[in-house]
Every structure is written in structure tokens, then in C-alpha cells.
């Protein structure tokens, strides 16, 4: 259950923040802008981080319960568990956010699928720490 709970606070949080600044660099605000617009960032983030929850928390979930189901396989190491939830969440942000827009190239593939990547992996290596069973981890 902690896995979970872990997956529900930290992968909105994160993912919302680089969507966030995916969108803005993708649309070139923030080099029109100038960096000095980074306070209006934070604050738009802050702002809107209750929607990040709203819509968030669903694919969140899911990719704590494929960490879950990767957790009982005793032959994949932590490590690689938490490579592996990382591409399964790269995979599907750039399948959902990837082809939006006018731009289409690799810059644009790889921060779109660095929305799901990095929540991904943050929130697989926190349940790693903290919700694992450590005697099941240190006896495998």
C-alpha cells in the first residue's frame, strides 16, 4: 500500500513540473522571454498543480502497480525495476503527448517522454527505499 501512496504524491508532482516546462520550451516562450520569466513558471506551476493531481494520479497509479507486479518477479533487481517502470512511463507520455503540436523531431520525443520517465523513476526508487519489505530485498 505504501507503493502506492508513494506513486500517488510524488509521480503528479514531478510530471506536472516537466510537462509544464516541456510545453514552455517546446512553445519558445521561455527563450522570447528571457530566464528571467522563471518566477512566473514556478508560480503557473504552483497554480496549477491541483490539475496535475486531477489527471496524474490515474497514470501514476498504474505505473505503481506495474512496479508492484515487477516486485514479485524475484529475478529483476531493483535496479532494473526501476529502469524498466522508467521506460514503460517514457513510453507512454511520448505515445500520449508526443505527436501534439507543429514541432515533430528529437528534442520534442525525448522531453515528452522524459514527463513519464522522470516520475517514473523518482517514485520506483522511493518505493525502493521505503516500501519494499527490506528483509525480502536482503534475502534475494
Do not use: C, N
Request: charged share 15%; hydrophobic share 55%; proline share 4%.
Amino acid at each position: 500500500m505504501k507503493r502506492y501512496v508513494i506513486f500517488a504524491l510524488v509521480g503528479p508532482f514531478f510530471g506536472g513540473f516537466w510537462l509544464l516546462l516541456t510545453t514552455t520550451l517546446m512553445s519558445g516562450y521561455l527563450h522570447q522571454a528571457g530566464y528571467a520569466e522563471v518566477g512566473k513558471l514556478i508560480a503557473v506551476f504552483f497554480k496549477s498543480l491541483q490539475f496535475s493531481y486531477l489527471f496524474g494520479i490515474l497514470p501514476s497509479l498504474m505505473l505503481g502497480a506495474v512496479d508492484d507486479i515487477l516486485w514479485h518477479v524475484k529475478r529483476i533487481r531493483p535496479a532494473l525495476r526501476v529502469l524498466l517502470v522508467g521506460l514503460i512511463g517514457f513510453v507512454a507520455a511520448e505515445l500520449m503527448y508526443g505527436s501534439r503540436g507543429p514541432d515533430s523531431g528529437l528534442l520534442q520525443f525525448i522531453m515528452y517522454g522524459l514527463v513519464g520517465f522522470i516520475p517514473a523513476t523518482i517514485s520506483s526508487a522511493l518505493a525502493y527505499k521505503f516500501a519494499d519489505d527490506q528483509e525480502a530485498v536482503a534475502s534475494a
